[in-house]
């Protein structure tokens, strides 16, 4: 009996201890961002871009951009280059 009560105090000591981890750890900042309030549009048409508004910042997409404006995308994946 005196070993599983050893047992169950060691399940529990480990349980509060990791629960505590969360506690200790440092906050991490957050930030707003809103997806699509802005809208693209390439000579008087509306493009399907996802667009990304964060602090003051408008985001597009560079495949939707290109698209709009007809142009040529490529990946060159050994640079990490779009062009």
Known sequence: MKKYA???TGFLMGALVFSA???LAETTNQITAI?????LVVDGNMT???TLLYDGRTYIQLK??????DAQLDW????????
Do not use: C, H, S
């Open 48 to 50: 399907d871009t996802t």
């Open 64 to 69: 939707g951009a290109a698209e709009a404006f």
């Open 21 to 23: 981890i969360p506690a």
């Open 35 to 39: 997806f699509d309030r802005v809208k």
């Open 6 to 8: 050893q047992l169950f």
């Open 76 to 83: 060159d994946e050994a640079t990490n280059t779009a062009r």
